[in-house]
Every structure is written in C-alpha cells, then in structure tokens.
C-alpha cells in the first residue's frame, strides 16, 4: 500500500481498505504484484483508488485524462467507473511498467477503455491541446518537476466545472519541512502554493494517501 503520511497505524490502513473501499480480488493481485517492484512504493493505495472511481462518477465522467500511469492500478479504478462509452487517455513513458497494466485492464474487461500513449507527457498534452480535445477529469501522478505543467495543461484541457485530481501533494511531509530543498520538494512547495492563491480554481487538499488536491476550474476563469 502507499505511503500514509496520516500516521494512523496498519491496523487502521487495513480498516479503511475493508470497510471504506470495494477493491476487487483483480486489484488486489494487481497491487500485490507491483508491491514486490523496487519502485512498488510509487503506486497509490486502494483507497486512493477508490476517492478516484467514486469522483469520475460523481462528475459523469466520460473522458478522463492520466498523467503518469505506473503498473495500471489507478488507470485501473478510474476506468471501471466510467461508463461503457467512456474513454481514458492514459500518459507514461515506460512500456515495461505499463505492459503490467495492461494484462490486468484486459482481464478487468476495461482494455478497451483506455487509450495509452507511451511517450512524455507534456508532448501528448500539446497535442491533445493541439486537437482541441477535452476532458471531465485528469489525475497528475508523474514527475514532480513537471507538475506546474501539467496542471496548466490541465487548466485548460479539463471543461469548466470538471475536476483535477493531483498526488503526492504532500511528499511524505517533506513539503512543510523548511530543510528540504530537494527538486521535488521545492516543486510541490511552489505547486501547492500557487494552487492555493490560483483565482482560477476552487481547491480541497485531502490528507489521504502521500496527499491528494482536487481542483475545480472555476466557469468563466
């Protein structure tokens, strides 16, 4: 499971997951296998997973956008809460971490859902831009360095009143430690402090997971 930065204990972790989420035994293998990769530590909980299926359905979701998409768990959840018509275009640049995505989202019955394209993401973001597409919802869960552009990008690829959801916003707590001048750390800093004085945007910073924002586009900003 992801990092907490709750400090609410393992007994807990697990009590939230039974009682506060519908994960399926698929992701649960799902998020069994990627927890065994050095880099395991990167994929979100399945509460996470959960807050992010129940969002696309609150909105009425069809097109949802992912920027950076790992092993597949949260492309994973968000498309099984789309409708059948729906669509997820999903941005990463690793074939080997995405290939195990794409085994579960095929026996999930979702495969056909989810457009990935492997390539950087600000290049696909411009060309989605470039073709005028729009999307109800976007998760950010990439590059920390690169976040500011993205969640420009995002601005104004998500239609007024969709939602952006944007993780890690928290870093382990390294974000409210004066110390750490790390290039993630200062990134986020300067992300979360810009999101919060946006006039553009209406925002909620969640303490779930490493740290989830969501932000509203306001009409006519």
Known sequence: MAKQITGRGEALDDYVVNYGTRETPLMRRLRAD?????AGGMQIGPDQGALLAFLVQLTNTRHALEIGTFTGYSALAIAKALPTDGRLVCCDVSEEWTAIGRKYWQEAGVAERIELRIAPALETLAELEAKGAQFDFAFIDADKPCYDA?????LRLIRPGGLIAIDNVLWGG?????SDRSEATLALRALNSKISNDSRVDLCLLPIGDGLTLVRPRPGA
Do not use: I, L
């Open 174 to 178: 390294a974000v409210a430690k004066s």
């Open 150 to 154: 993205y969640y420009e990008f995002c």
């Open 34 to 38: 990627t927890q065994e990769m050095s």
